[in-house]
């Protein structure tokens, strides 16, 4: 995936990390990849990317379209970030109800929960400056959480890893979250002292908590000694061109914003602006079309892992991290006829982790507060993302985001990003079908790993590929590589009378060798992907 030329300017303008000024470890080196290295970057995708996910722009407007009618909403604004720019916008309805000013891609909402992602690239930030680390207990940076009454006696202390996946054992808390924004540090820092109740020990399960993400607020200003509004502005939104970005509603031009709404009554009603506060770093963001597909485009653009500069203003790799599983959720399965719908996953830092039965990797978020609504979802194995924001309270557009996102990779024909094979695992390749079309002892030395022929004799080996080849004939010398990563990976071989099916892994030594060998005819099962779910 590669970023837009705009975008990769803002992230060269990061802010330089503070580090032994500020009396901290200096943060820990981005690798050295070596020339022999042998985990080359992703294949190269195809160049006509962006028109063939243009063929799904018509279906997607027309299904939030639909959606924002029947939710009863004011308004909608929703886009399409590809490899990390707002490829497509569009709109529907007002923002502002009395004036009926139409919604444009500058029109800023408030997007809520999906503050959470902020919060957690802050805490990353700093932990890769040296400044915390991810097992500090809470209360060494929020010293009102040291006098927490913890429900059992071997309960762990509150872990900033635990704040960030939702582990605290805090009971979930909205609607009651929505509530506090406003709040003050001094109002904060009394309900700390007072206590929270557990509804579980700490780390033991997945819970969504507010309260844990706006004690994450309080870390961010405490570590960096800066406010936590200052700290995001001068460190994540001004180095990513975010300037329609913040978390006062004020800071808004009027003609920019969308007014929340709740649907009462048969009529729509205004909802007040709730304030910053001290909750802010768990819900009181607000932002642009414009400006959320970019900080969309800079989470999703850590993928794929590659050789190109890292230039922040967070390392991919830490990006990486918060959009792995790190608190799982139980799995849920529906079946509709002759169709299963999988839905598993959890929590990863600030963002949903999903695998459903189309896609294996779903990073999203929603937002929800009295008169707006959000969600922002992409696919980290094909560089798309759809995001939306209304203004109607609670509005959940997420159903129709992931069609969305399927409706964009069926009728674009993407396919998921290709690992590319290391040399190794080419070379390997090439041995193994020379020795399937006429076994070489020296070869078969020379590839093999350690246990290779512990594991199944060379004799057994060298039986069972001749007695195959006796079977097909010749085989072709030339077969497309279907890697699963750098150094496993199959491939087809046709041959005179058939075809066979190989399978290789390599071994973690240097150089790396074949560990494991596999030969068989080729068969339907063996060489067709896995279906989607499905109920037969």
Not at 25 to 33: L, R, S, V
Not at 149 to 161: E, F, H, K, Q, V
């Amino acid at each position: 995936m590669t970023l837009s030329s705009g975008l990769r300017a803002a992230l060269a303008s990061a802010v330089a990390a503070c580090t032994l000024a500020c009396g901290q470890p200096a943060p820990p080196a981005a690798a050295d990849p070596s020339p022999a290295s042998p985990v080359p970057p992703a294949a190269a995708v195809a160049p006509d990317r962006l028109a063939r996910v243009a063929r799904a722009f018509p279906a997607v407007d027309a299904a939030f379209r639909e959606f924002a009618e029947r939710a009863h909403a004011p308004g909608i604004a929703w886009g399409i970030v590809v490899d990390g720019a707002l490829a497509h916008a569009g709109s529907w309805g007002v923002r502002d109800v009395p004036s009926k000013a139409a919604i444009d891609p500058d029109t800023v909402f408030r997007i809520a929960s999906m503050t959470k992602s902020f919060t957690a690239v802050s805490i990353l930030r700093l932990r890769d400056e040296g400044r915390l680390s991810l097992e500090d207990p809470a209360e060494r940076w929020v010293p009102e959480l040291a006098g927490l009454r913890y429900p059992t006696a071997d309960s762990p202390r509150i872990t900033i890893r635990h704040l960030l996946s939702h582990a605290t054992g805090f009971p979930e808390d909205n609607p009651w979250g929505d509530r506090q924004l406003a709040r003050t540090d001094a109002e904060m820092a009394e309900m700390l002292e007072r206590g929270i109740p557990f509804s579980r020990p700490p780390g033991l399960a997945y819970e969504y908590s507010n309260y844990g993400f706006a004690i994450l607020g309080r870390v961010v200003a405490n570590v960096s000694g800066r406010p936590y509004a200052e700290y995001v502005r001068t460190n994540l939104l001004e180095p990513l061109g975010m300037t329609s970005t913040t978390l006062q509603a004020g800071d808004v031009p009027a003609d920019r914003m969308a007014r929340g709404y709740r649907w009462e009554d048969e009529r729509w009603k205004d909802e007040p602006a709730l304030p910053d506060g001290a909750f802010g770093s768990m819900g009181g963001m607000l932002t642009s079309t414009r400006d959320l597909a970019r900080w969309v485009g800079f989470l999703a653009g850590a993928w794929p892992p590659r050789d190109d500069p890292d230039a922040g203003p967070v390392r991919r790799a830490s990006l990486r991290e918060m959009q792995e599983v790190a608190r799982p959720r139980p799995a849920t399965v529906r079946v509709d006829g002759e169709a299963i719908a999988l839905n598993a996953g959890g929590y990863g830092y600030g963002l949903r982790i999903q695998q459903t039965c189309e896609f294996d990797h779903v990073v999203a978020h929603t937002g929800g507060l009295p008169g707006y609504g959000s969600v922002m979802t992409w696919l980290p194995d094909y560089g798309v993302a759809v995001i939306a924001m209304s203004n109607l309270t609670y509005t959940s557009a997420s159903g129709v985001a992931a069609g969305a996102l399927t409706t964009i990779v069926r009728e674009s024909g993407l396919e998921p990003y290709v690992p590319a094979p290391a040399p190794a695992l080419l070379e390997a390749q090439q041995a193994v079908t020379a020795l399937v079309n006429a076994w070489d002892d020296q070869v078969a030395d020379r590839i093999a790993a350690e246990n290779l022929f512990l594991d199944q004799d060379r004799a057994r080996r060298r039986a069972a590929i001749e007695a195959l080849h006796a079977q097909v004939g010749q085989c072709r010398a030339e077969a497309p590589l279907e890697p699963e990563n750098a150094l496993r990976g199959q491939w087809t071989l046709d041959c005179e009378r058939g075809r066979l099916r190989v399978a290789v892994t390599l071994a973690p030594s240097m150089p790396p060798t074949v560990q494991f060998l596999s030969v068989q005819p080729a068969t339907e099962a063996n060489t067709t992907p896995a279906p989607a779910c499905s109920a037969r």
